[in-house]
């Protein structure tokens, strides 16, 4: 295999999904095949997800019918976003194993299927209560889909570790979780809490698109990307990949931070009550729980991971609320932090459309440079992460033209 050479700003890999669920709070405003925020049209058998276009509905047919007769059945109510997505992978597989066609991903020369994807049973089964947990959620599905689909407890089992294991996730413009995506090629990244190699993922529509950040020249193998999010403690990122990914990371910061001795700041029974809160993906109660628990937060600094996540959660929801102005604070304070330049761009791009509802992108308001300024900036970060052609890279651009027309 040759070495791979990249410009600034290139693709490096761009994937559509093998399979993708419409996370449960976005079914009203995520198209279920574009994945593209609209004013969805909910499928009349099921009315559990929408398509913003005729198009899109036919386009997704295939892989929803078999979610479609899932929601239909009497016990539906308990089938969640990730009951849904290993409907539509099993699904899928069996129909193309039926027709002898199966789909394969090619991850820079090494090709997989839907079955070399790891599930991790093995270290599922150690967990007694996580295994009785999911054995229990493999038990539903195929209650609801085995008169459809020809499959075995044990595949439905092995699915849905495949799925947690290997999965995407994006967000809505204001941060709420908008689908879960599985890979082919994509899940064949390997971890590193800081890739030596800078490159951003992001859903560009339908597909997943990884980008140079800088021009590189390295072995495939050396292409890796953070599973966590940016600012994450040692403790919390060993925990997390140990619980979620079942492996203990031994990258550079790892190493680095055990030597150092890095402990956890946030107190763990904020942690607790933090992490049950955003889970619960009420936005009204996030809001309204989210902003005592930063209350409590104060000794900690800025760039404390959970403090981090709080304020980019709190940005979603004031700005659901119509909290524009403490939108934007909360913003802020999680855009100066974050070292990650996507994760810099989503931020901001939320904070430009806190700006559009305050009016401050009006010539005649007196924040107006600093909207001019919060634009030009989202407009670079968006060319060079995610591409000229990017939905919000246009956008963007689009606001920076009128302003010049002075709109
Ligand atoms: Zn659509
Ligand atoms: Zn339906
Ligand atoms: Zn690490």
Redesign the pocket.
């Known amino acids: 295999m040759p070495s791979l050479s990249f410009k600034k700003g290139e693709i490096i890999l761009q994937e559509a999904p093998y399979a993708a669920a419409v996370n449960d709070v976005s079914l009203q405003t995520i198209c279920a095949y574009c994945f593209e925020e609209a004013t969805v049209e909910p499928?009349s058998?099921?009315k559990?997800?929408g398509y913003c276009s005729r198009e899109c509905k036919r386009k997704d047919h295939d892989d929803?019918a078999m979610?479609?007769y899932a929601?239909t059945h009497e016990s539906a109510r308990n089938l969640d976003t990730e009951c849904r997505l290993v409907i539509r992978a099993i699904a899928k597989h069996h129909r193309e194993l039926a027709k002898n066609s199966v789909s394969v991903g090619n991850w820079f020369g090494i090709k997989r299927s839907i079955i070399h994807l790891l599930s991790h049973l093995d270290h599922l089964v150690q967990n007694p209560r996580k295994y009785a947990e999911t054995a229990a959620k493999a038990r539903r599905i195929l209650a609801v889909i085995q008169d459809k689909v020809p499959c075995t407890y044990e595949e439905v089992l092995a699915m849905i570790m495949r799925m947690r294991i290997n999965t995407f996730g994006a967000s809505t413009s204001t941060g709420l979780p908008s689908v879960v995506a599985v890979h082919l090629a994509a899940s064949k990244f390997d971890h590193s809490c800081e890739p030596q190699i800078p490159v951003t993922h992001l859903f560009n529509k339908r597909k997943i698109c990884f980008r140079a950040v800088e021009d590189f020249t390295c072995e495939r193998e050396d292409l890796k990307i953070s599973y966590l999010p940016p600012l994450m403690s040692y403790p919390a990122r060993q925990e997390r990949l140990l619980s979620h990914y079942y492996f203990e990371c031994g990258c550079q910061k790892c190493w680095d931070d055990y030597n150092a001795g890095a402990k956890e700041d946030c107190p763990p029974e904020i942690i607790e009550e933090l992490e049950t809160l955003l889970a619960c993906g009420d936005q009204d109660q996030i809001y309204e729980e989210g902003t005592k628990i930063l209350e409590r937060m104060t000794g900690l600094p800025e760039d404390n991971y959970w403090v981090y996540q709080l304020r980019c959660a709190l940005q979603a929801a004031a700005f659901v609320r119509g909290e524009f102005y403490e939108s934007l604070q909360h913003g802020y304070h999680a855009f100066i932090v974050t070292p990650a330049a996507s994760y810099q761009a989503t931020i901001l791009y939320s904070m430009y459309l806190a700006l559009h509802e305050l009016g401050w992108n009006q010539k005649s308001h007196e924040h107006h440079d600093y909207f001019v300024e919060c634009v030009k900036k989202g407009e670079r970060l968006f060319d060079v992460c995610f591409g000229k052609r990017h939905t919000i890279a246009s956008e963007l651009r689009r606001a920076v033209r009128s302003m010049r027309l002075g709109a």
């Open positions: 499928c058998k099921c559990t997800v929803h979610e479609c929601m």
